[in-house]
């Protein structure tokens, strides 16, 4: 079955860096979109980079210039490197798919302190 896994969250103090980890099974990754969503308390889940199957990304606006995703299609991985981490990036981090149905990892909880 589909299966993604989220790693790499943490306690990180503003301006700092995290790598999030995502490792998917059971589709074809290779020709899968893979998206980062992110979900702060009381918040609503948004969008907050895309990777093509091409390798085309694209980011909210509150993150532009500061995260990067990326993929490695021989590891079945989907990365998410944030710098300059704000106390706005506070939230669970979820991985993205959508084959056939949207397919949710359990997240990893980020934490930034100011």
């Known amino acids: 079955q589909v299966q993604l896994v989220e790693s790499g969250g943490g306690l990180v103090q503003a301006g700092g860096s995290l790598r999030l980890s995502c490792a998917a099974s059971g589709f074809a990754f290779s020709v899968a979109v893979m998206d980062w969503y992110r979900q702060a308390p009381g918040k609503q889940r948004e969008l907050v980079a895309v990777i093509t199957i091409g390798g085309s990304t694209n980011y909210a606006d509150s993150v532009k210039g500061r995260f990067t995703i990326s993929r490695d299609n021989a590891k079945n991985t989907v990365y998410l490197q944030m710098n300059s981490l704000k106390p706005e990036d506070t939230a669970s981090y979820y991985c993205?798919?959508?084959?056939?149905?949207?397919?949710w990892g359990q997240g990893t909880q980020v934490t930034v302190s100011s």
């Open positions: 993205h798919t959508t084959f056939i149905r949207d397919y």
